[in-house]
């Protein structure tokens, strides 16, 4: 996958930041005594929630597709993301052509960096570039991490992962980390992905690009 820069500069971020509504503590009843209500960031909602979207260059206009969109020669794509929670956040590629994974996000070029503050839109490879689609036909192996917690398996200053090596750590954080449900749906912008919260669940979601 190639990346191809355009006039605009890069946004800083799949980018605006949202503020989670926080509840006012009720007013002591000055006749009794009233224990004080936790603070709001202390109240955990019971799923991790994870909004994505894939985007395709529609001769200059961004146009969304789902994951079953077949690409064609030179298409050109972005990857937005917007997680519900204070996330960190890992998105890898590996070419059809490529023996290795590489990091898209976190990566040195972009000045953006985990953790994702809860509600922040992110677009990769920014709001004016774009990835190209590899020139082999095959599968591009996208993959989106998201935990509430820094992984040891992605958190690393390699900016390239072997196959196999990759393959084993994506194995192991699904098999020890993975929600005991989820469930998704589609709005008219995202695909909204839901993860029962665990004390250490992780979202994997794999996004095979097809190119054949």
């Not at 955990?44 to 969109?69: H, M, S, T, V």
């Not at 998201?146 to 200053?157: G, K, M, R």
Request: aromatic share 10%; hydrophobic share 40%.
């Amino acid at each position: 996958m190639n990346r191809r820069a355009f006039p605009a500069a890069l946004a800083a971020g799949l980018l605006a930041s949202c503020e989670m509504p926080f509840g006012g503590a009720k007013e002591a009843d000055n006749k009794k005594d009233t224990k004080s209500a936790p603070p709001a960031e202390a109240v955990q909602p019971p799923e991790l929630q994870l909004d994505y979207a894939l985007f395709l260059d529609d001769r200059g206009a961004e146009r969304r597709i789902d994951e079953k969109y077949r690409f064609q020669g030179d298409d050109r794509f972005r990857v937005k993301f917007r997680p519900g929670f204070a996330a960190h956040v890992y998105l890898l590629n590996r070419p059809a052509s490529s023996p290795s994974y590489q990091f898209l996000y976190p990566n040195p070029k972009i000045e953006l960096s985990n953790p994702l503050d809860a509600g922040r839109v992110v677009t990769l490879p920014g709001r004016d570039l774009w990835y190209t689609i590899d020139g082999k036909k095959g599968i591009e192996n996208l993959v989106l991490v998201a935990a509430a917690y820094p992984l040891v398996e992605f958190n690393t200053p390699e900016r390239t992962i072997p196959r196999d090596e990759c393959e084993d750590r994506l194995a192991l954080v699904e098999r020890d980390f993975r929600p005991s449900s989820s469930r998704r749906f589609e709005d008219k912008e995202w695909t909204k992905l839901f993860a029962a919260r665990g004390a250490k669940t992780v979202i994997v979601l794999r996004m095979p690009l097809d190119h054949r």
